[in-house]
């Protein structure tokens, strides 16, 4: 092969990454940065989301956003694990260099995806009011909180689109893309907020709106980085759903998203405990949920790198090199669980005063309850680094039934701390329920990595 040849399949499939081979501590960082990168621009105009309708709409509106986070984040958390769970065949297919099945992989999983976004859009809509009515929400934000969630729930396609596209190029070891598509949707988004807030005045529906348009962007520059790749031209035929390859990606995808569906609803019952202490409790709250993002920004991307890491070599057959990868991953995960730690308790409450004008009545009060529970959540940290980097390990190297139960642990200790400690401790209780979760989520995932690690060397 002449080196003009080379040099044009290098060209035609940039971006593209094989981790199988190279030091794994590097590769995982320089995978795991430009997600971070991503990540914080995504979690930039979630805040600024928060920031506009905190200080531009007032306190009410901030706690309408806040009293339905969690049933918002729930259709985010089923998208995510469905795609992510498919990425998995798609990467270990790259892995083990078997291109024409990564290329059917790939097919049936966006078919599937068609599917499940159509049917997520549907069944979202109309369960607004009924979930609204369950979480129990103060009356004077009902109005606002249904009208965001209508407008965002119209959005579920687009939310399928990208996270598909970034799931497929993560697979194949591209994580600078999605970054790219995520600076653009974050900047779209930001002067969309402040021209549908503040200028049109378009209350939370405008926020909602930004959010879509953005996403649209992001979808649109990951769908045309994919038409570039090479390894990824596929034919008429590889679009066509086969019955073992699609149950194959469902079964590796369905507990992804169980996992994140049941932890969700964990969520929505500490929300309804939340409600229940007033609006100032639930603007406080909903600010440091908003920060949340923020604290895990980094545990996300090396998740999402770890995934990537495990499944590729698990396709090459390494075994020895995931253990590696994995105790690389905690030590980078440690590190930098302990720097934001420190960032958050020294700056903590500047950043939320961001989220919260002290001017009004109930404002001292709700950034004071903001600034708690974002010190309990700092202090903890670590425990949710090791919960993101061991789970993704886990499903890498093709089980995706341990991270299900380690939701459903964190479903029941989630949902058991929102009320016991309530009850012992008063509202400040309720500020322990992520903490208790976590720590529920690392009891089972840890046994279970060395157990799955075992199987492998056996």
Same mark, same amino acid.
């Given at each position: 092969m002449g080196t003009k040849e080379i040099a044009g399949k290098k060209k035609k499939n940039q971006g593209v990454t094989s981790m199988t081979q190279g030091n794994p501590a590097r590769l995982i960082l320089l995978f795991a940065l430009p997600l971070m990168a991503g990540n914080v621009f995504q979690q930039l105009y979630t805040v600024t989301d928060t920031a506009i309708v905190g200080r531009a709409l007032g306190v009410e509106a901030l706690a309408a956003l806040?009293?339905? =986070?969690?049933?918002?984040?729930?259709?985010?958390?089923?998208? @995510?694990?469905?795609?992510?769970?498919? &990425?998995?065949?798609?990467?270990?297919?790259?892995?083990?260099?078997?291109?024409?099945?990564?290329?059917?992989?790939?097919?049936?999983?966006?078919?599937?995806?068609?599917?499940?976004?159509?049917?997520? !859009?549907?069944?979202?809509?109309?369960?607004?009011?009924?979930?609204?009515?369950?979480?129990?929400?103060?009356?004077?934000?009902?109005?606002?909180? &249904?009208?965001?969630?209508?407008?965002?729930?119209?959005?579920?396609p687009v939310l399928m689109t990208?996270?598909?596209?970034?799931?497929?190029?993560?697979?194949?070891?591209? &994580?600078?893309?999605?970054?790219?598509?995520?600076?653009?949707?974050?900047?779209?988004?930001?002067?969309?907020? +402040?021209?549908?807030?503040?200028?049109?005045?378009?209350?939370?529906?405008?926020?909602?709106?930004?959010?879509?348009?953005? @996403?649209?962007? $992001?979808?649109?520059? !990951?769908?045309?980085?994919?038409?570039?790749?090479?390894?990824?031209?596929?034919?008429? &035929? =590889?679009?066509? *759903?086969?019955?073992?390859? !699609?149950?194959?990606? !469902?079964?590796?995808?369905?507990?992804?998203?169980?996992?994140?569906?049941?932890?969700?609803?964990?969520?929505?019952?500490?929300?309804i405990v939340v409600n229940g202490f007033g609006v100032a409790f639930i603007a406080g709250f909903t600010a440091t949920n908003k920060l949340y993002g923020v604290l895990e920004v980094a545990a996300t991307s090396y998740g999402y790198a770890m995934v990537t890491y495990a499944g590729q070599n698990m396709g090459a057959g390494d075994g020895k090199r995931i253990s590696r990868g994995v105790r690389a991953g905690l030590l980078i995960g440690m590190v930098t669980s302990l720097l934001i730690t420190a960032v958050m308790l020294l700056f903590g409450r500047n950043i939320l005063g961001c989220f919260i004008s002290v001017e009004e009545a109930a404002g001292g009060e709700a950034l004071e309850i903001a600034f708690r529970y974002l010190k309990i959540m700092s202090i903890f940290l670590?425990?949710?680094?090791?919960?993101?980097?061991?789970? $993704?390990?886990? @499903?890498? *190297?093709?089980?995706?039934?341990?991270? *299900?139960?380690?939701?459903?642990?964190?479903?029941?200790?989630?949902?058991?701390?929102?009320?016991? +400690?309530?009850?012992?401790?008063?509202?400040?209780?309720? +500020?322990?329920?992520?903490?208790?979760?976590?720590?529920?989520?690392?009891?089972?995932?840890?046994?279970?990595?060395?157990h799955e690690r075992k199987k492998i060397k056996s």
């Open positions: 806040g009293a339905v =986070d969690w049933l918002n984040w729930m259709v985010l958390g089923v998208i @995510q694990g469905i795609t992510q769970g498919f &990425s998995i065949l798609i990467a270990q297919k790259f892995g083990s260099e078997d291109y024409e099945d990564m290329r059917k992989a790939t097919g049936n999983s966006c078919m599937l995806a068609v599917i499940c976004a159509v049917v997520l !859009c549907v069944a979202a809509e109309l369960v607004i009011d009924p979930a609204i009515a369950l979480l129990k929400a103060p009356a004077e934000i009902v109005p606002m909180a &249904s009208a965001y969630l209508r407008v965002m729930f119209c959005g579920i990208y996270n598909m596209a970034s799931a497929v190029l993560r697979a194949l070891g591209d &994580s600078k893309t999605p970054l790219y598509a995520m600076v653009l949707a974050s900047v779209t988004n930001i002067g969309l907020d +402040l021209l549908f807030v503040i200028v049109f005045g378009w209350g939370v529906e405008g926020a909602a709106g930004a959010t879509i348009l953005a @996403q649209i962007l $992001s979808a649109v520059y !990951c769908i045309l980085a994919i038409r570039k790749i090479e390894l990824l031209k596929m034919k008429r &035929s =590889d679009l066509r *759903m086969e019955k073992s390859l !699609c149950q194959k990606l !469902c079964v590796l995808a369905a507990p992804m998203a169980f996992q994140n569906g049941i932890i969700a609803v964990g969520g929505m019952i500490v929300q670590p425990i949710l680094y090791v919960l993101h980097i061991v789970r $993704s390990s886990i @499903q890498g *190297m093709g089980n995706t039934v341990i991270p *299900m139960v380690s939701g459903i642990s964190e479903f029941v200790m989630r949902t058991g701390a929102s009320f016991l +400690l309530p009850m012992l401790f008063g509202e400040n209780g309720i +500020l322990f329920a992520e903490i208790t979760a976590w720590t529920g989520a690392d009891l089972i995932l840890v046994p279970g990595y060395f």
